[in-house]
């Protein structure tokens, strides 16, 4: 969505067809790690920051990238950890958690989620254009914090 709307945005201004394209894939890139983020604040972050209830997404079994990698590492005991934490959350996030860090997942995302803002911030490094407002998000991105 970022992507199309960072082209959208370009393409409505009438700018050389290769920004429209750099730009959009900036976007892309950005939305990338946004998303990656989200779903890494959504089991390490907690309510009070992220402003929203965590529980919803491990209750539902929602698929997100950690924990479609978790369960592909070992999942019976990922799908015991989502089974506990419909008694007692705490415990079963904790599972999750653990799980999550000790097999190298969330040092993966991470170092992905650097990745994906690095390339997006190379796409249009040498555009010649205002870059300021552009650049806020991959700023907005690196600061998030859990």
């Known amino acids: 969505m970022i992507g199309l709307s960072a082209h959208m945005g370009a393409t409505s201004t009438d700018i050389e067809q290769d920004v429209c394209m750099k730009l959009r894939n900036y976007g892309r890139l950005i ?4 998303q990656m983020q989200d779903d890494y ?27 479609i990698m978790a369960l592909d590492e070992n999942k019976e005991l990922i ?21 999550i860090n000790n097999a ?20 249009i490094e040498c555009l010649k254009i205002n870059k300021e407002f552009v650049m806020y998000f991959s700023d907005l991105i690196k ?4």
């Open 104 to 123: 190298g997942i969330a040092e993966y995302v991470n170092n992905e989620i650097n990745n994906n803002i690095n390339l997006a911030n190379k796409e």
């Open 143 to 146: 600061r998030r914090e859990s």
């Open 41 to 67: 604040l959504e089991i390490f972050s907690n309510n009070k920051n992220m402003g929203k209830s965590l529980e919803s997404d491990i209750l539902l079994g929602k698929k997100t990238m950690l924990m």
């Open 31 to 34: 939305g990338r790690a946004f």
């Open 79 to 99: 799908d015991s950890a989502i089974h506990d934490s419909k008694k007692d959350f705490k415990k079963g996030i904790s599972e999750i958690r653990k799980f």
